[in-house]
């Protein structure tokens, strides 16, 4: 728990001035939905620093018109045009570190999943491209540092690099720009190299100091998704072998997901949102039932203890995003009522209880909204959840694997 703990804490970063997104309108097809629309976008989105803020608008349920409102702001407040990065506070003055870099850019490709979020493409290519500045290409193996621009020798993460490299497989399935397809696949090259040859699992730096959940689940993710893209059977069998390893080692018989080891029990809901995307995507790789029977299990388990009275998940916020991604992940293949309950309550929650005046959001969606100084991985878990509500309610299916 104490190097989660420190690892959430040592992350927060500057950035500078925000600014602000060019609106972007798509004519709807009555123009009295239109006006109801705009109007309730121009409510949504309004942010004190900026004024009121809008993204490519479609119509849409009342669940899509929040997220998109939710993400106009949170690209108005953080995202940096000049640099191609986000900012980890509003105001700050240099951009953050690629945590929260690419947790954003996985809540912007989450609203581009949506209906209609073609629209949002060229802010995916973007960010996607800005993901470079922190690309280390004279390390070896090469690999993503966490802040940008480093230099050599910074120590490296590999639960760091394995969600930017889901960020960057998604962005190929939004776009089909097999550039980013190749960058996710010397992802998964670099994260071969942290597997520990003695007890097996994967280091969550190249410290080799600690095995998390969140690098072997998402790792393992990365190398499901890459193989239902690919076909490349090497990147199943990594798959596999990660999986089983965190099935062993970090998972109980009843769902009850630790952080890592040695000694990590902290009960995080990024871990479980980790592991229950994990067995989806090899539920889909292999057909296999029993891969959907284990995300099953972790999701009751997650349902049933981790939430505070109302509902409301365990924060932080950033960290829910991720559980709200696997739930959703889960429930478009068994269509359970109980998932579909939970997403729908904490995106609702984290609208009405954790969403401030300048329409940014705290980091418990059970409230209070935030002060001046909204920290932008509490806002990428609001809009992760509030996309994942969206894309439940439309009843859609995500983008196709091989784009």
């Known amino acids: 728990m104490a190097a989660d703990l420190r690892r959430y804490g040592r992350r927060a970063a500057a950035s500078v001035r925000p600014l602000a997104v060019r609106p972007l309108l798509r004519r709807a097809r009555a123009p009295a939905l239109a006006l109801v629309v705009v109007a309730a976008a121009i409510c949504l989105s309004w942010s004190s620093a900026t004024g009121p803020v809008l993204t490519a608008l479609v119509p849409l349920p009342h669940a899509a018109v929040r997220a998109q409102s939710a993400l106009a702001t949170m690209q108005t407040a953080y ?186 029990d902290a009960q995080w809901t990024y871990n479980y949102g980790s592991v229950i995307a994990a067995g989806v995507s090899l539920y889909h790789a292999t057909g296999r039932r029993s891969y959907l029977v284990d995300a099953e299990s972790v999701a009751d388990y997650a349902l049933r203890h981790l939430r505070q009275p109302g509902g409301a998940w365990l924060p932080p916020a950033s960290f829910d995003g991720v559980l709200a991604d696997g739930i959703l992940a889960l429930w478009r293949v068994d269509r359970q009522p109980a998932l579909a309950a939970a997403l729908t309550r904490n995106a609702n929650l984290a609208w009405s209880a954790a969403r401030g005046g300048a329409g940014l959001f705290g980091d418990d969606f059970n409230g209070p909204p935030p002060g001046s100084g909204a920290p932008l991985l509490a806002d990428t878990g609001a809009v992760r959840a509030l996309a994942a509500a969206a894309a439940m309610a439309s009843g859609g299916t995500p983008p196709s694997p091989s784009a």
Do not use: C, F
Not at 87 to 111: I, K
């Open 79 to 264: 995202y940096l045009a000049p640099v191609q990065a986000y900012a980890a506070a509003p105001g700050a003055g240099q951009p953050g570190n690629l945590w929260s870099d690419s947790w954003a850019l996985a809540a912007l490709e989450d609203v581009a999943a949506l209906p209609g979020g073609s629209v949002y493409l060229p802010q995916v290519r973007a960010a996607a491209d800005g993901l470079q500045a922190y690309w280390d290409a004279a390390a070896q193996p090469p690999a993503y540092g966490p802040v940008a621009h480093a230099g050599p020798g910074i120590v490296k993460y590999y639960d760091d690099n394995a969600w930017a490299g889901l960020d960057l497989v998604a962005a190929y399935r939004l776009t089909g720009d097999a550039t980013y397809l190749r960058r996710a696949m010397a992802v998964m090259r670099y994260a071969e190299t942290g597997w520990d040859p003695s007890g097996g699992g994967l280091w969550w730096s190249d410290q080799h100091q600690y095995r998390s959940t969140a690098t072997n689940a998402a790792t393992a993710e990365l190398a499901a998704q890459l193989y239902r893209t690919t076909g490349d059977r090497a990147d199943l069998a990594w798959a596999e072998r990660i999986y089983a390893w965190e099935r062993r080692n970090l998972v109980t018989p009843a769902g009850r997901v630790e952080d890592g080891v040695p000694g990590g």
